[in-house]
């Protein structure tokens, strides 16, 4: 997978979004075919919820006005008349956002949700689906520093 490519030749943008007020982190991946915003979030809790929505609508929001003035949709050849997620809606509207379930989580009060975050983009980029099982953070933790002392004596 390539980081600067342009949009219109992907299917899925991964986003990695810090929801402030929380301290948080969660994935967000946009995905153009089902013109939705699939929300990877490693915390469950009372009120956690409406605030990640809120910071999620923002971008919901903003996404479509870009690719609108990007001319993504022509680019993409993405017909808002007779594609099957675009033709109720118009070029302008918000992206649906959809939090996904049965997903791992961090511990509460645990600051884990970076290493999360980064698993979840991982795991969808090589096209595997996130498995709420066996999740060792501090064994990723160990395995990512291993992957970036690697890079940073190659490079």
């Known amino acids: ?3 600067a490519v342009p949009w219109h030749t992907v299917e899925d943008i991964f986003i990695s979004v810090n ?6 982190w969660v994935l967000a991946v946009l995905s153009f075919l089902e013109r939705c915003i699939f929300l990877y ?8 919820y409406a ?8 971008i919901a929001k903003i996404i479509p006005l870009c690719l ?3 001319d993504f949709y022509v680019k993409k050849g993405i017909d808002h008349q007779s594609h099957p997620s675009y033709k109720d809606k118009e070029s302008s509207d918000m992206f ?11 511990p509460c009060g645990s600051l ?6 980064v698993m979840y983009a991982e795991c969808l980029s ?12 501090n064994a990723l933790c160990t395995r990512y520093a291993a992957l970036w002392w690697d890079y940073g004596i190659r490079k």
């Not at 649906?96 to 961090?106: A, I, N, S």
């Not at 884990?112 to 975050?117: A, I, P, S, W």
């Not at 090589?126 to 953070?137: Q, R, T």
């Open 1 to 3: 997978m390539h980081a």
């Open 19 to 24: 929801i402030k007020e929380k301290y948080h």
């Open 41 to 48: 979030d490693s915390y469950e809790s009372s009120g956690h």
């Open 51 to 58: 605030t990640v929505l809120a910071e999620m609508e923002k």
């Open 68 to 70: 609108q003035a990007c």
């Open 96 to 106: 649906d956002v959809l939090f996904q379930d049965d997903l791992p989580q961090q």
């Open 112 to 117: 884990d949700c970076g290493v999360f975050m």
């Open 126 to 137: 090589y096209g595997h689906k996130v498995i709420a099982s066996e999740f060792d953070p």
